[in-house]
């Protein structure tokens, strides 16, 4: 499990009726399963944290409505204390919250909690919360099972933040975004120091050079490129007390800039511990106004019953924008190729997985109906790929031609101003020409 979020699940099958199909769901509560709250500063009351909590579940095809979501305080006795929200109903240390409308697929937090280490609390105290939930389907009513709980530790030091300035979209290329970065202690000690680091993806750079920070660049075939900025900063940092760079952070946005972003974070120096590290960090989107054209190549190749011809199948980026995936990982790009009639593939790159007609698995690497050929996840804005495959002619069928197309993995190329040369076709035994 992560440090960042504990989710419980329970499959619920929901009865269509004797002898029919059944449909399956899952209900799950998104919840941290660790939570770090702050004493006060020199005894005072100690600042109120937010407790985050939300339902989902993973049918699409079901309308799950009517969360609930009981959240015990039980273990917390002593520890730390509660500050409902409007949609809680608490009745002593237990309080059933509210979700209204549709329970959604993926988590959107519903229930917001203030959390505050309790008077006369030691550093190191622990407690622990739990949690349950009900949904209401057209079927009837599902549940979580019971199990899913958040540890609540209180701990002294500083605890740094940055501040989230949200999406950019729209950037222009060859502009420059400039925005003041403040880093805030929410902790009760002071920060001695603080390290910045920071990376820009392949679209941006560094317009500001911080004499407080080395810069390094990497990346190749493997990985897109990006530049690093490492950066020690001796403020102090007080409880509740900000600071800014010496000055604005400045982003160049480049010719080739689409999909970026900007990645922070920050930590106390002096190997001090950070409270609560879940706040160190921001990634930052910024959406280039840019486009990046892929393009796909077929051949035209000739043999005879019993020969085996190569046929090139290409890909390229004529941008002017590079495009990766740099959140989910996923290939830039699918070259799908399916093979003419009259031939059997012998030989494919290794790239390409052999596939059904339909996209199943396919039980050999030769003589597939289909080829998938995945990209890395990222494509620089010259990107040439070769995909030779080697065709027997088992019969000489005239024009016999297999379709390519370039796709995504999921969606559409919303970045691609001409999608006329998305596909293509190798052609074999082209007739002449008249």
């Known amino acids: 499990m992560s440090a960042c979020g504990t989710a419980l699940a329970g499959l619920i099958v929901i009865g269509l ?24 500063t020199d005894g005072g009351q ?38 409902w929200p409007a949609n809680c109903s608490p009745d002593g240390t237990i309080a059933v919250c509210t979700v209204d409308g ?27 919360i739990a949690y349950k939930a009900t949904a209401t389907t057209p079927s009837g009513t599902i549940k979580s099972p019971d199990g899913s709980t958040t540890t609540v530790t209180v701990e002294s030091g500083p605890d740094l933040t940055l501040d989230d300035p949200g999406k950019i979209a729209g950037a222009r290329p060859g502009s420059t ?12 000690e002071t920060a001695h120091g603080y390290t910045l680091r ?6 941006l750079g560094f317009a500001t050079s911080y004499a407080q920070c080395s810069y390094r660049t990497e990346g190749g075939d493997a990985y897109a490129p990006m530049t690093y900025a490492t950066c020690a900063f001796e403020d102090d940092i007080a409880p509740g007390a900000h600071v800014e760079l010496p000055e604005p952070l400045r982003v160049a946005v480049n010719d080739r800039a689409l999909y970026e972003r900007l990645d922070l974070s920050v930590e106390p120096a002096d190997e001090a511990t950070d409270i609560d590290s879940a706040d160190n960090y921001v990634a930052q989107e910024i959406l280039a106004d840019n486009t990046a054209d892929f393009a796909v190549h077929g051949a035209d190749v000739t043999g005879g019953a019993g020969q085996t011809v190569t046929a090139e199948v290409g890909f390229e980026n004529t941008g002017p924008a590079w495009f990766g995936n740099l959140g989910s990982g996923d290939p830039a790009a699918v070259v799908e190729f399916r093979t003419p009639q009259g031939t059997t593939v012998t030989d494919a790159p290794s790239e390409c997985v052999p596939r059904t007609l339909t996209g199943g698995y396919y039980p050999s690497r030769v003589g597939a109906p289909r080829y998938d ?22 019969t000489v069928v005239e024009n016999a031609a297999g379709p390519v197309v370039v796709r995504p993995v999921f969606g559409a190329f919303d970045f691609d101003p001409d999608t006329t040369d998305n596909t293509a076709k190798v052609v074999v035994n082209a007739a002449p020409s008249a």
Request: glycine share 10%; charged share 15%; with cysteine.
């Open 17 to 40: 009726g004797a002898g029919t199909a059944s449909a399956s769901d899952t209900l799950w509560i998104q919840s941290p399963s660790e939570l770090n709250v702050p004493l006060g």
């Open 46 to 83: 100690a600042p109120a944290r937010s407790l985050d909590l939300g339902l989902y579940h993973d049918n699409s095809n079901v309308s799950v409505t009517a969360g609930r979501l009981t959240v015990d305080v039980t273990g917390l006795s002593g520890v730390a204390d509660i500050v």
């Open 102 to 128: 549709r329970i959604p697929t993926s988590n959107v937090d519903a229930v917001h909690l203030g959390i505050r280490a309790a008077a006369g609390a030691q550093k190191g105290a622990q407690g622990t």
């Open 177 to 188: 975004l400039t925005w003041p970065l403040t880093v805030t202690n929410e902790g009760n």
């Open 198 to 203: 920071m990376s820009a993806s392949y679209g």
């Open 373 to 394: 050929c995945e990209l890395p996840y990222w494509v620089a804005e010259d990107t040439e790929r070769a995909f030779p495959f080697h065709l027997r002619v088992d």
